[in-house]
Nanobody
């Protein structure tokens, strides 16, 4: 399965962006991770094919993950962006019984200016 992320860019603090990630096939769980310079990659949010979601605490209330199973696409709506949200955002996928995310997209840069 291949993942293709898009939608990153430069936005001012307080603004919004919507990321998209299209998969070449169906995947049980899809997620967004991010990695800021000098920091470890961290989970942003995840969603299963059934719609169950999981968010990192710092993203709750500002970010919303959703998916269109018919299009094998996952979205990340990011509102009230902060400079500390600046990072490369990666989409990821795994099968139902996979212990970890093993499909990765190429990453898309999100830069939030103050």
């Amino acid at each position: 399965v291949q993942l293709q992320a898009s939608g990153g860019g430069l936005v001012q603090a307080g603004g919004s962006l919507r990321l998209s990630c299209a998969a070449s096939g169906s995947i049980f769980s899809m997620a967004w991770y991010r990695q800021a310079p000098g920091k470890q990659r961290e989970l942003v949010a995840a969603i299963t094919s059934g719609g169950s979601t999981n968010y990192a605490d710092s993203m709750k209330g500002r970010f919303t993950i959703s998916r269109d199973n018919a299009k094998n696409t996952v979205y990340l709506q990011m509102n009230s962006l902060k400079p500390e949200d600046t990072a490369v955002y990666y989409c990821a996928g795994r099968g139902r019984y996979a212990p970890r995310y093993n499909y990765w997209g190429q990453g898309t840069q999100v830069t939030v200016s103050s």
